[in-house]
Structures are given as structure tokens and as C-alpha cells.
């Protein structure tokens, strides 16, 4: 009877609080997509080899990269236009800039992709390079249209996106791998997971807003693209070095060590993020809604939101830190095949770094609100920094793929845990200002 009374009243406090609530609604679809993305893995690891899924994760890696400019960053701040003209004017914007930047990619891979697959010693990439522009496209009309979804608030038909395209990459995946469609299958996987949802989030565009593409002005969205000139000239260089700091470990272990090692490593970091991520994107959408409306004039109600919102990110990632650390490499065996026991050891140690970016990178979202671009561009510049330095010693020193990882790991923890306290400073100096 106690288990049942103190269930109904959470219950009744989550009915009561449309925050806590909206999390739950954007965490239910993401639970569900993040789950079929579980069920899938096995499946998957089973129907391509480790090199297979390392020329993949090099593939994404690449596109991690240069996809984080596919808006300019302007996408962000259609949740946080003053006004429902401007913010319009912003998702034509970023329409435009992701369809010329799309062209411009094909222009890229065909004078420099055969150069770069060379370079780096990942040749058998080069017949898949020409996948980059058309994700590239996808990731960036997806990105607009789920931000002005986040503007309206629109978080049920957010999450049913969310788990379209996890069901699309894992049913186009896993039916190419049958086939033997190898390693082509992954990469179709991944065009059909950018895809999947644009069209229900451009539909209910068109319903909500009919005449939107009817009323179209140059001077409107270059007015538009002043407005937020920092986020091109400052974030999205600060999001080129973030996604830098974040892909570049694929990149170099594939250069350094091969498309094996490259492989094991994407498995690893990609399972581990799972779970993680499962409440992460959803607190994380939900949290920079919030703030946003809240505004760079309430501080103190965003510094108090930030301080809950990481003690409950805290306390939930203490699970999947446990059972990686006790049984990873077993897990990773039995789970994905026994080629993959290796992935379930550099999970392992990877999993500290996972659970401190876990917590902190939500809070991540104040930089926009408080306009602190600058602040962003400086802790990223740091971060790749701290890739490059780890990356170069290890190779200097001559260190395997593994001791690699366990001194990439710490290097990372403490960034982070340094970047959360840092986060902090910046709200509470700008609660001061009130």
C-alpha cells in the first residue's frame, strides 16, 4: 500500500507540473526509439563485421563534422525570436542556407573526397562519400522544422518523429545486412534515419502556418539573419570545434590503428551513449524550451531548474555506470556476438566520461539564452585541444588502442566536470545582474 500511495502521489505531482510533464512526454518517445535502437544493435553487429561498421562510424563521424553547420546554428533561435514574424523568417533562413550548403558539399566531394579518403588511410570510403550532401540536407531541414516544433511545443509530434526514424534505420539496416548488402546497408540506414519525420513536422508547418511560404522577403530574413549574426560567426564555429572534439577520436583511431579499432570504439561509444541518452535529449530539449522562456532576465529561475535538473541527471546515470563497469565487456559479448567483446572493454572506461557529458551537456543550452556564445566558442576550443594533445602523445609514445582510450577517457572526465562548474559560474553571475 506504501509503493502505491507514494506512486500516485509522483503521479500527481508530474500531472501538476507541465515541465516535469513535458519531460516525460519527450522522454517516452525517446525511451521508445532508443529502445528499438537497443533490439536492433544485435541484430545488426551480427549481419556486418567490425571493419564494416568502422569504414561506417568514419562515415559519421565525417558527417558529424561538417553537419553541425547545417543551419549556421540558426535553428536555435527559432525557439527564442522575440516574435512569431522573426522566427519564421528564421526557419526560411535556415532553409536556404542548408539547400546551398547542400550543393556546395557536392562540389567538396568531388574535387577533394578521393584526396581525404587517401590522407587518412580510409580508401574504402571514397564510393560512400557522395551520402554526406543528401544526409547533410536531411539532418538540416529536420533541425529547423524540430526547432520550431520546440517553439510551439509541440513535444508529441517531436517524439513521434524521434521514434519513425529510429524504426526507418533500423528496419533499412537490418534488411540490407540480410540481403548482404555490405556495408552499403548502414549507410542507406543512416539517409533514412535523417529523413524519417521531416515530412509529419513540414505537414503540420503547413497546417499551423498555410500562408508561410506565401510571404517571402529578402529584407525580412536578412533583418532576421543580423538579428542572431553571433550564432554563424561565433557558435557555429564553437559547434564545428564541439562536433570536432567529439568525432575526431573515430577519425584518428582509424588512421592511427584502422578501421577495426575505429569500428570497436563506434560500437562502444554508440551503445553506451544509449541508455544515456535516453532521458539526456529529452531533459535537454524540455530544459532549453524552459529557459527560454524564461529569458536572460529570469537568472535565478534558470539557476535554480539547472541545480534540480543535475542532481536528477546525477543520481540516474549512477545505473548504467554500475553495470558497464562491473560487466561490460561480458554484456557487449553476449549481447552483440563475441566478435565485439573488445568494444565492451573500451566501453568500460569510457563510461565515466559518458555519464559526466550526461549530466552536463543540457545545461549547455544557457549559453544561447544568455547570448554567451563566446563562452561556448572558448570551452570548445579547449576541448579539441585536449583531443588533439591526447591523441598526438599516444601515438608519440607509441600507446595501444586501448591505453589510448583510458587516457582519452580521463582527459574527458575532468574537461566536463570542469565545463559543468564553469556552466554554473556563468548563471550565477548573471543572477548578480538582478
Known sequence: ??????????????????????IAVVAGGN????????????IITRLYLPADYGIYSIFVSIFGIVGSLAT????????????EKLSDNILKLCFFITSS???????????????????????????YLWFIPIVFFCTGIYEALNNWALREKRFNLITRTKIRQSTSSATVKIGLGALGVSPLGLFI??????????????????????????????????????????????????????????????????????AKAAGIFGLANSMIHLPMDLIGQSVSQVYYAEISKYGKNNPQKIYNLSVSITKKLFLIGLIPLGA???LGPWLFQ????????????????????????????????????????????ILNILRISLVLLVFTLCRVFNLSSLNTIIFYSLIMTIYFVFMTLFLFRTIKKETKNF
Open 1 to 22: 500500500m506504501n509503493i502505491k500511495r507514494l506512486a500516485a502521489t509522483y503521479w500527481k505531482k508530474l500531472k501538476n507540473n507541465v515541465f516535469y510533464r513535458n
Open 31 to 42: 525511451v521508445t526509439a532508443r529502445l528499438i535502437g537497443i533490439i536492433s544493435a544485435p
Open 72 to 83: 549556421l546554428r540558426y535553428s536555435v533561435t527559432i525557439p527564442i525570436a522575440e516574435s
Open 101 to 127: 550548403l547542400s550543393l556546395l558539399l557536392v562540389v567538396c566531394v568531388a574535387l577533394f573526397g578521393d584526396f581525404f579518403a587517401v590522407k587518412y588511410n580510409t580508401n574504402r570510403i571514397i564510393p
Open 189 to 258: 540506414g543512416q539517409i533514412a534515419n535523417s529523413a524519417a519525420g521531416i515530412g509529419s513536422l513540414f505537414s503540420k508547418l503547413m497546417r499551423v502556418k498555410p500562408s508561410f511560404f506565401k510571404h517571402f522577403s529578402w529584407h525580412e530574413i536578412k533583418f532576421a539573419a543580423k538579428r542572431y549574426k553571433k550564432f554563424p560567426l561565433v557558435q557555429s564555429w564553437s559547434q564545428l570545434l564541439l562536433a570536432l572534439g567529439a568525432q575526431l577520436p573515430v577519425l584518428l583511431l582509424g588512421s592511427f590503428y584502422g
Open 324 to 326: 558497464i563497469i562491473l
Open 334 to 377: 553476449i549481447i552483440f556476438g563475441t566478435e565485439w567483446y573488445d568494444a565492451g572493454i573500451y566501453a568500460r572506461f569510457l563510461i565515466v566520461y559518458v555519464m559526466v557529458a550526461f549530466i552536463s551537456t543540457p545545461l549547455a543550452s544557457v549559453f544561447n539564452v544568455f547570448e554567451k556564445q563566446t563562452h561556448q566558442l
